[in-house]
């Protein structure tokens, strides 16, 4: 007689887990993509990206300040345009899109067109903003926002504000 419930028990037991294990599967094929949970934790970090985004621009805003580079153009590497100067060399960003002369051009093609050239003599007017400024030590960013060439040719930058000075 024992054995004969320990046999049904051990079958139930089974049949229980067999069932799940193949309802579960079955319900979540049957489920479309739009009903699927995503990941809340990648929902989260891309909710924050465009406000940490904004936060870091309305920082740099706040505590920038307009200054004039002037010096020698050296390269344009990726977004920075270095500019050799009588205090060294500085790392200018430049945005993507720039209008020279009422023409678009992109970042690259102010070198490639004959706007820019290497050792060309230039004025870049920029934000700066000191992120550590202690005795002897600063480290600081630059945006550019108008460039002037050796011709007095102007190129501004395409942004989504406009800057006075």
């Known amino acids: 007689m024992k054995s004969k419930v320990k046999f049904l028990a051990v079958t139930l037991v089974i049949v229980a887990v067999a069932s799940v ?3 579960a599967p079955l319900t979540n ?3 479309s993509n739009e009903e699927q949970r995503p990941d809340m934790k990648l929902v989260e970090r891309h909710r924050r990206e465009p406000r940490f985004k904004a936060h870091r621009v309305w920082w740099f805003l ?3 300040e307009p200054v004039e580079i002037e010096g020698t153009a ?3 590497f990726k977004d920075m345009l270095i500019v050799s100067t009588a205090e060294g060399q500085v790392r200018i ?3 993507h899109a ?3 002369d009422e023409e678009l051009m992109m970042r690259a093609e102010l070198f490639e067109s004959d706007y820019l050239s290497v050792g060309e003599d230039i004025t870049v007017k920029a934000l700066r903003a000191d992120v550590i400024n202690k005795e002897g030590f600063c480290v600081y960013l630059l945006l550019g926002y108008e460039i002037i060439d050796e011709s007095g040719v102007h190129a501004y930058a395409v942004l989504p504000f406009n800057i006075e000075t």
Do not use: D, E
């Open 98 to 100: 720039w209008t020279v």
């Open 74 to 76: 050296v390269a344009l």
């Open 62 to 64: 706040n505590h920038s």
């Open 29 to 31: 094929a049957l489920q």
């Open 21 to 23: 294990l193949l309802y």
């Open 93 to 95: 960003h430049l945005p």
